[in-house]
């Protein structure tokens, strides 16, 4: 199968690195930078917010290609050919992969977060997703959210396409250290994540779980600080969302 990597860039950190790391995958790709970058395998596109990236991104998609991944620019990739796999069983249409990141609270957070999501697709991993053309095709152009990547596997999901949650499959990289920045950051997905849930139709058992989220997050406090900053997240990404925020564009929440 012909495979097309789109990369996400919001500014040349980690560009250098990335071209490497898919030059030694063998892969076609291109990266879509928010900062002027001398390559021919990088186009510039002025940060509006991911989902805009992937839209702009697939009209270089050659002709011909049976499946595209989406990457994040600040990962690693391991053990590709696990997603790969799952991917080319005809009944699959979607695979997103396992994240490790290395500190910060967002070590516990995907624990829970995954032992979740091999049950019910509550949630998607964009730092690395493969999806075939052709259901892509159905669902573009993206709309503006800030969960882009729960949003593509929500719209699958409407669309009675099977997603696949590969762990064998995983992407290593940094997010957040402080506890302000695991805030911001729960903020802005779960936000996202709303936002995705009003313009797609999951199956019902996931539209349960975030009507029930900002009643029942207040348990992750037993955690202590932890679970304190992702309920304060939570909370305030619920209410983001019913106040009407659709910004679609995310700031950077790391210096």
């Known amino acids: 199968m012909k495979l097309f990597f789109l990369v996400s860039a919001r500014d040349d950190r980690h560009v250098n690195e990335k071209i490497d790391e898919l030059k030694n995958l063998g892969v076609p790709f291109l990266i879509v930078c928010g900062k002027r970058?001398?390559?021919?395998?990088?186009?510039?596109?002025?940060?509006?917010?991911?989902?805009?990236?992937?839209?702009?991104?697939?009209?270089?998609?050659?002709e011909g290609t049976d499946i595209v991944v989406l990457n994040d620019v600040d990962t690693k990739i391991h053990n590709f050919g696990n997603a790969l796999h799952l991917l080319t069983d005809e009944s699959t249409d979607l695979v997103f992969t396992k994240v490790n990141v290395q500190q910060?609270?967002?070590?516990?957070?995907?624990?829970?977060l995954d032992s979740l999501r091999k049950r019910i697709p509550i949630a998607?991993?964009?730092e690395l997703m493969l999806i075939k053309y052709k259901f892509l095709k159905r669902i573009i152009p993206l709309r503006g959210c800030k969960a882009e990547d729960t949003y593509i596997?929500?719209?699958?999901?409407?669309?009675?396409?099977?997603?696949?949650?590969c762990e064998k499959c995983f992407v290593t990289t940094s997010r957040t250290v402080s506890a302000n920045?695991?805030?911001?950051?729960?903020?802005?997905?779960?936000?996202?994540?709303?936002?995705a849930l009003s313009m797609c139709r999951p199956p019902a058992i996931v539209r349960l779980f975030y009507m029930l989220l900002p009643f029942v997050s207040p348990?992750?406090?037993?955690?202590?600080?932890?679970g304190f900053y992702w309920v304060k997240g939570i909370i305030l990404g619920y209410v983001d969302y019913v106040?009407?925020?659709?910004?679609?564009?995310?700031?950077?929440?790391?210096p």
């Open 37 to 62: 970058f001398n390559h021919p395998n990088v186009v510039y596109r002025e940060p509006r917010g991911k989902f805009d990236a992937i839209n702009f991104g697939l009209s270089f998609v050659p």
């Open 104 to 112: 910060g609270a967002q070590l516990t957070f995907y624990l829970f």
């Open 124 to 126: 998607a991993s964009g």
């Open 153 to 165: 596997l929500f719209k699958v999901l409407e669309s009675g396409g099977k997603v696949a949650f």
């Open 181 to 195: 920045q695991e805030e911001a950051y729960k903020r802005r997905t779960v936000g996202g994540i709303y936002q």
């Open 219 to 226: 348990l992750l406090l037993i955690l202590g600080g932890k």
């Open 243 to 254: 106040r009407g925020d659709k910004t679609a564009y995310w700031p950077s929440i790391n």
